[in-house]
């Protein structure tokens, strides 16, 4: 791979970028500073330091936000904060995207890639990937729901929805909802269908990966790919 097209898709910076700090010799390979952007290097192999910083090459990264109320999940938006604007500087690079949604009002785990596959693949209702809310209710949730929900509901527009299972908790206000699929705005809609509303949401798991409590709202870290295994266990 050219240094210059490893730089930029490892560190989010441009060609033109990469090439500044080549005239600059700050991008070093194995000890020696690289004078030119169309050297080729190893990337699993060759040691890597760009701007002072040593690079492990990762074919694909795995980001887990905590999202705050107020962004929306996407790529750019003229009108409000994105995602990836919350991205710390050292895990950006081109490519990510959030693979799959959460309302702006809604919180939690959001999960960031630039792994096209694995998105597709965790996103599709065939791989049946858990996801799970703290659902904070206008009214307190009846027994009733439990079958309602277990035997796949109909929601507004006639949609069927895959069964979900419904967790109550000592308040009776407040449940958690436990689906493998992702219609537009599903768990509201559910709710509004059971004749219900929802005050609060929060994404608390994907798949086998729960959200890190130790995480504060709006930050991030890395998911590890051992962590990323996990992604289709049930809990």
Known sequence: MRIDKFAAEQTGISRADAKALIKRRQIIVNGVPVSSGDV????????????????????????MLNKPAGTVCAVKDELSPTVLELIPPELRRKGLFPAGRLDKDTEGFVFI?????LAHKMLSPRSHVEKEYEVTLEKPAKES?????????????????LPAEIIFTEDSKKVRLIICEGKYHQVKRMMEAAGNKV?????????????????????????????VANLYAKQ
Do not use: Q, W
């Open 40 to 63: 080729h290097v190893d990337p699993e192999n060759d040691e890597i330091i760009i701007g002072g910083k040593h690079i492990i090459y990762r074919e694909h990264l795995y980001i």
């Open 145 to 161: 729901y439990k079958e309602l929900f277990a035997s796949g509901m109909t929601i507004d527009g006639g949609e069927k929805c």
């Open 199 to 227: 005050v609060f949401l929060r994404r608390i798991r994907i798949g086998g990966i729960p959200l890190d409590p130790e995480l504060p709202l709006g930050n991030c870290r890395e998911i590890l790919h051992k962590e």
């Open 113 to 117: 890639t630039d792994d096209g596959a």
